[in-house]
C-alpha cells in the first residue's frame, strides 16, 4: 500500500465551525506533513512531525491545531478560520525526516470557508 | 527565507514540440526535487538530485542540477497530452525543509 488517504475530499465549513481533516498512512513511514495549496500557487508548508512528535510548525495560526495520535494518523483540527484559509489542504508523508526522502501525498481536502 | 523561483510560470506547447522549465534557488541546496502535479490533483514525486552537476533521465525527461546546487533543470523532448501540469521543483536547503518551487504550469496543444 503506498497511498496517503485523506478524508474529507471536500468540506465546507462557516467562520464558527469546527472540523477536522485526517490523514492516514499505512507504508510504516515516521515523517507526516501538513502542506496548504491556494490555486495557482505551490504547495506550502504548515506543520511536520517526526515519530508523532511535532518538529516544525512553520508560524501558522492558532486557529489550525495538527496532532498526531499514532505513526499512521494526522489530523488537522479547525476552529474560528477565515475565508481567506479556503485552500486545498495536502498531507504527505515519508520515511523519515530526512533530506532524502521524497514525499507521498494524498490527494487533499479542497476547504471551503463561508 | 530560503526562496525557489521557477520559469516560466506558464507554457503552451504543441505536441511534439520540447519543453523546459528552470529552478533557481536563493540558496545552496542539498538535493533538488521534482514533483508533478496534475489538473485537480495532488503532487507526484519524479526524482531527486543530490550531486553537483548530475543528469538523470526517465525516458523523455531529462533532470539536471547546476554546478554551484542552486539551480535545476527539466526539460522534456517531444511532449504528449500526458504531460500536462504543473512542475514543481522542491528545494532541502535546511533539514527536512523542502520549499516548493513557483511552478510551471504546461499546457500541451493536440
Known amino acids: 500500500d503506498t497511498e496517503v488517504t485523506q478524508t474529507p475530499k471536500h468540506l465546507v465549513m462557516g467562520m464558527t465551525n469546527k472540523k477536522s481533516l485526517k490523514c492516514e498512512q499505512h507504508m510504516g513511514h515516521r515523517a507526516m506533513y501538513w502542506y496548504k495549496q491556494k490555486a495557482k500557487k505551490p504547495p506550502e508548508l504548515m506543520f511536520v512531525?517526526?515519530?508523532?512528535?511535532?518538529?516544525i510548525n512553520e508560524s501558522v495560526p492558532s486557529r489550525f491545531s495538527p496532532e498526531c495520535p499514532n505513526s499512521s494518523l494526522l489530523n488537522l483540527h479547525l476552529h474560528a478560520l477565515q475565508p481567506e484559509d479556503s485552500a486545498l489542504y495536502l498531507c504527505a508523508s515519508s520515511q523519515y525526516r530526512d533530506s532524502n526522502e521524497k514525499l507521498f501525498f494524498g490527494s487533499g481536502t479542497q476547504l471551503s470557508v463561508l | 527565507g530560503q526562496q525557489v523561483m521557477q520559469i516560466p510560470q506558464y507554457q503552451h506547447v504543441q505536441e511534439g514540440e520540447d519543453f523546459t522549465t528552470y529552478c533557481n534557488s536563493s540558496?545552496?541546496?542539498?538535493?533538488i526535487q521534482w514533483y508533478k502535479q496534475r489538473p485537480g490533483g495532488h503532487p507526484v514525486f519524479l526524482i531527486q538530485l543530490v550531486k553537483s552537476g548530475e543528469v538523470k533521465k526517465q525516458k523523455r525527461l531529462t533532470f539536471q542540477f547546476g554546478e554551484a546546487k542552486k539551480n535545476s533543470s527539466l526539460h522534456i523532448t517531444a511532449t504528449q497530452t500526458t504531460d500536462v501540469g504543473t512542475y514543481f521543483c522542491?528545494?532541502?536547503?535546511?533539514?527536512?525543509?523542502?520549499?516548493f518551487g513557483t511552478g510551471t504550469k504546461l499546457q500541451v496543444i493536440p
Open positions: 540558496t545552496t541546496l542539498s538535493n
Open positions: 512531525y517526526s515519530y508523532e512528535k511535532l518538529s
Open positions: 522542491a528545494g532541502r536547503g535546511g533539514y527536512q525543509k523542502v520549499t
